[in-house]
Structures are given as C-alpha cells and as structure tokens.
C-alpha cells in the first residue's frame, strides 16, 4: 500500500506542531503542571497535541488516535491508529534544554506503516515508511556497522517515575561504563532511537517507557536496517515497556548485559 499521503499530511502536522512550541520555547513562558512523579506537562505539549489530532483527524476521519495527553489506550485495535507524543522530552522543554522531539506514527493491523520524529531545537526530521528506508531530512540513512562494544556509543534513559529497579540499573549503568565507549542520556527515547537508526548510537536500552515514546522510532531503526525487541528479545517492546535497539551484535551484546543485571522477574512488567 502507498502511504505518501499519510506521510505528507504527517509532515505538515509536525511543521504546524513544531511551529507552537517554537512560540512557546522563544517566550520561555508557559504554565507547568505535574501529572505524576517527575512527569510533566506544559502548555506547549497541549497545544501541540491539539494541532497534530486536528491536522490528522481532517484528512483520515476514520482513523483512530492514541495520544500522551489523551486518548489513551492500553492495546491497539487491528484498524488505522495514529500514535503521538507532542513532545518527547517534555522535561528538557520545561527547562529549555534541547532536545525535545514530535513523535507521529500511524499504525495499521498492528503494524508500524509510518513513522516521522521531529527533533524541533535543531529541526532534525526522520522520517520511515514500511519497506522504503528512513531517512534524515530527506538524506538517507542506516544503522551502525560497528559490532564492537567496546568502541560504541550507547544511549540509554534514566528511570523516573518507576524506581524499584534503580539498583539494578545501576548495576548495568556500570557495566557499559566498563565495557563500551560510553554512555549517553539526552532525554528523549523518541531521538534516542532516531539516534540509533542515523549510526550516532551503536545501541539503546531503557524500561519505564510508553507507547508514544517508541511508536515511531521503532519503525525507523528498522528501516535503517537495526534489531528492535523487549528485555528478553521478544515482540513486545511496545507497550513493554522494556525495549533494547541496535546493530544485531550490540543488540545481542546489550540484552546479554540487561540478562546479567536483572533477575528474571524484573526483565518484563
């Protein structure tokens, strides 16, 4: 199926989107609320999520949406669902440190079709379509060829909201220190993954993440020719919540070190 329309109409609701939080950023004035522990939500993520459905529902009426400031939803439904996160990286906006992205994906009998991440503070626009590659800002790219762990970059994010397994993770936090180049934490999985795709990254670990926040990525590392899965290697890193990406040897490398420094109860929910 050609998805060229749903890719276009995507990118200009990103532009739109991108456009409000710009106005916000440059004011550095916008009203902070707090969902959860260390959860945030500011006017700008509203905004933004309220153009994006109003740009998307125009032209794909039928179509469903699952967003991170509404419309939530715990399973997808076999039809058309469009998957947004208005900002990723929402602390890192409150504070107006970059980056911050928009994450739209559209999925369709449970599968990603179309994934767009818009990095705003640099403008960096990945964009993947099923079976055609990814890309960044129009230029084609690809994952990593480095198999070597101790000469790759790893990105990973800090656990905020659920600390039970801090100590756990620390535990591995110290293994990568060891055992690779080093470790990178800019605060939103949405880039992190883009990062992985584009070859910055050699690979990327977390738990503790949201549909929205991986929905889109996911399908551009693999386009860019990476290995996406849960804790244990299996399917179900979306609502997961546990996910590992990479080059197939780091991909394999990670969930290796993951396996050592959980006990087996804590590798899914």
Known sequence: MNYSKELKVAKQAAKEASQIIRKYADKASFDIKLKGKNDLVTDADIASEQKIIEILTGEFPEDQILAEESNQK??????????????????????????????????????????????????????????????????RIQISENDNPGSSLIGTGFPYKDLDLVDNYLKLFKRMMEKTHGVRRPGTAAWDLCNVACGRFEGFYEYGLSVWDVAAGALIIKEAGGVISDWKGGDNWLFGQRIIAGNKSIHAFLMEQINESFEEKELTN
């Open 74 to 139: 715990s399973s997808l439904p076999s039809e058309r669902i469009w998957i947004i996160d208005p900002i990723d990286g929402t602390t890192n906006f409150a504070h107006t440190f970059p980056a911050y992205c928009i994450s739209i994906a559209l999925w369709e009998n449970k599968e990603p079709k179309v994934a767009l991440v818009l990095e705003v503070a640099h403008q960096e626009l990945f964009t993947a379509v099923e079976d055609e590659g990814a890309y960044l800002n129009n230029e």
